[in-house]
């Protein structure tokens, strides 16, 4: 397990400045605790209190039904609610239709638009009855497969006014993984944009790319598409639909579906330790409830706040926190169609002065790959309006923890670096901004009614501080995963098999004397480059694809840039020889199949893979190997051929 690398606190931890304090949600770590205390002590009290920021067209009959031994989870069951309706109706019906719910900034510097939670209503109003008029019913599954444009909101939030269950894949995913992941949950509609726009990059084939898949899609009837670009793109006549035509071609009224808390809201595909990608179902009562009120108290959000989170709404982090949390609390949300580094590395700050961003939002990946540019991009730009930063996806470092607080926060905005999963539907572990101390590196402590523990390997669990193990859940929240669709089995095996009665995480932590989590990465076949989740057998799989390939074994290693980054070794087929095309090949195989962004980044033909004599490929050995640990590679006594390590460590990519 790889747990080794906890670092020591340092000894002074950053306090919340008094203004951070004065006007918060929580303004003091005495009043998180005893908050804290109180919503473990009375868990379905705190919640059903919680509970009344939505509204709901049907009380509920039970807070929580919930038990990890029969893997059963339900939340707020006999409820009624909307979705769409709790993250706009209600804003206008309360008299705040004039306030901008999305300010969208364009790829290009010159292109924003703001759309007023009024104009929001509208759209989302006329796109339902646009999914209903192509056949859309409750309980259908629409896959969105958009870039970053306003239209991406609209069309999650039509899904969930008619019942619609939305899976939105990541726009940089390949025709192949869209094609895996439509056909999992069978959709019958597709949403996609003609072509889209990324840094330096003009014209990414989307509906091409939708085209291409729709031949192996047997449940896709309709497809909606988007203009964004204007480029001409193919469209089949009686299949496909121009988004705005079929808007503006339709009424302006849609009457919210009410829907019982527990029904599925949405999937998201997730990378698997087996291969195939998992679809985590969310419910629309409980999974809503958490993205707000997470949204609340950990962003401190307050109205009239600008706040930006630069997720892309293709992974966990843009649903809960870039649609459902903000917008249910009538946030004003920047969405940014760019990448960091265009026109040039000054574009977060830019945008951040232009907009006057209050509260923001990012990656660790993107704070240190814009650090190493140097302080100049930054000191550009008027930044006075930060009051607070948040940091996901990966553990940040000090390095770049202190840079961030340092010259984006100019040492007054507190971070709040926010653990969580696409399975866990919002933050578990973050400090409060107002309350709680924070220590570079660590996520702090639980968030309200989160029961984090720690197990050995051997499925104890370790009491008291300066602990080290896996990180487990005791208890349910309303925001957790209800299932894998169409497969609950691997939702049973994959989180509640390995210690019974408790979620497994697959992360590694350390609880330190005081009492504070440090994510120590993953435990299981997961890598995280980028942030972004991908699974060592998927990157196998797609390699496997190639056909000079024999067999390949993928590791994550230290990058510094990516965090993690990816290692291939790889054996050739007999008669085959290694060469730069290859490799190249190899490469692009692999952008094809799963995305660029699951490219390995050292690629080495290896005569053999170490392997144990069951046939067990050990990569405890190869990630070693990839890490340049050499003279630390353990007992290889267990190998059935210990001479394949030699050769493995005199081929290393540097
Ligand atoms: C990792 C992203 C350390 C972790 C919301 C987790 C983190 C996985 C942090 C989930 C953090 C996320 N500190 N590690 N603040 N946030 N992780 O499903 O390994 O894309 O299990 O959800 O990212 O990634 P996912």
Redesign the pocket.
């Known amino acids: 397990m790889n747990n080794a690398a906890a670092p020591t606190p340092p000894a002074p931890s950053y306090k919340p400045t008094d203004a951070a304090s004065v006007s918060a949600h929580v303004s003091s770590l005495s009043q998180y605790s005893a908050l804290y205390e109180e919503s473990l002590r009375d868990n379905d009290g705190f919640w059903a209190k919680q509970a009344e920021r939505l509204d709901w067209i049907k009380k509920w009959d039970k807070v929580s039904d919930c038990n990890f031994n029969e893997v059963s989870i339900r939340w707020f069951q006999g409820g009624k609610l909307n979705a769409s309706h709790n993250c706009v109706d209600r804003h206008v019906q309360n008299g705040h239709g004039d306030v901008t719910a999305i300010i969208w900034e364009g790829n290009d510097p010159a292109q924003t638009r703001k759309i007023s939670y009024r104009e929001l209503h509208e759209q989302v109003q006329r796109a339902a009855n646009a999914l209903k008029a192509s056949g859309v019913q409750k309980g259908d599954r629409v896959c969105i497969y958009l870039q970053m444009i306003p239209e991406m909101a609209v069309a999650i939030l039509a899904c969930a006014r008619i019942g619609a269950v939305h899976s939105v894949v990541f726009g940089a995913f390949s025709a192949e993984s869209l094609i895996s992941r439509i056909n999992d949950s069978s959709c019958k509609v597709i949403i996609t944009q003609d072509t889209g726009v990324r840094g330096t990059k003009q014209d990414i084939p989307m509906k091409a790319n939708v085209d291409k898949a729709i031949g192996q899609t047997p449940t896709v009837e309709k497809v909606f598409v988007v203009r964004r670009t204007g480029s001409i793109v193919e469209m089949k006549e009686g299949r496909d639909i121009v988004w705005q035509t079929a808007l503006d071609s339709t009424s302006p009224h849609c009457e919210p579906e009410a829907m019982d808390a527990e029904d599925p809201l949405f999937i998201l595909y997730?990378s698997g330790s087996t291969g195939k990608p998992k679809g985590v179902l969310h419910a629309t009562g409980g999974y809503l409830l958490y993205a707000s009120v997470t949204h609340h108290y950990v962003f401190d959000y307050k109205p009239g706040d600008v706040y930006w989170c630069t997720a892309d709404v293709g992974?966990?982090?843009g649903h809960s926190y870039l649609i459902y949390g903000p917008l249910a609390n009538r946030a004003t949300v920047v969405m940014f169609e760019g990448v960091p580094n265009f026109p040039d590395y000054g574009r977060f700050w830019q945008v951040i002065e232009k907009h006057k961003v209050n509260i923001f939002y990012t990656a660790p990946t993107a704070l240190r790959s814009l650090m190493k540019e140097g302080d100049a991009w930054p000191d550009q730009y008027n930044l006075s309006s930060l009051r607070l930063l948040g940091?996901?996806?990966?553990?940040?470092k000090s390095p770049e923890w202190t840079w961030y607080h340092k010259v984006i926060g100019k040492g007054h905005c507190p971070i709040v670096?926010?653990?969580?999963?696409?399975?866990?539907g919002g933050i578990l572990?973050t400090p409060l901004p107002g309350a709680t101390p924070t220590k570079p590196g660590s996520?702090t402590l639980p968030f309200f009614g989160i029961r984090p523990a720690v197990m050995t390997d051997q499925g104890e669990e370790l009491h008291g501080n300066d602990v080290r193990g896996c990180l487990v859940l005791s208890g349910s929240w309303p925001g957790q995963m209800r299932t894998v669709y169409g497969d609950h089995q691997r939702f049973v095996d994959t989180y509640f098999k390995r210690f019974p009665g408790k979620y497994f995480?697959?992360?590694g932590c350390w609880r330190d004397p005081d009492g504070y989590y440090w994510?120590t990465?993953?435990v299981d076949d997961?890598i995280?480059v980028s942030?972004?989740?991908i699974g060592t057998a998927e990157v196998e799989g797609a390699i496997g694809q190639h056909n000079s390939v024999a067999e390949a074994a993928v590791v994550g290693y230290p990058h510094d840039i990516k965090g993690t980054a990816i290692y291939a070794y790889v054996t050739l087929k007999t008669g085959q020889v290694a060469s730069d095309q290859i490799r190249k090949e190899i490469n692009l195989k692999v952008r094809e199949v799963l995305g660029p962004h699951a490219a390995p980044e050292k690629l080495q033909f290896a005569d053999g893979l170490p392997k144990t004599r069951s046939g067990k490929i050990m990569r405890r050995i190869l990630r070693k190997i990839a890490e340049n640990e050499l003279d630390n590679l353990g007992d290889i006594s267990t190998l059935a051929e210990p001479a394949v390590v030699e050769s493995l460590v005199s081929g290393r990519v540097n």
Do not use: F, L, S, Y
């Open positions: 997730t992974w966990i982090t940091t996901v996806g990966e553990p940040i670096d926010t653990w969580w999963q696409t399975e866990t572990i996520a995480t697959g992360d994510i990465g993953r997961i995280i942030g972004h989740n």
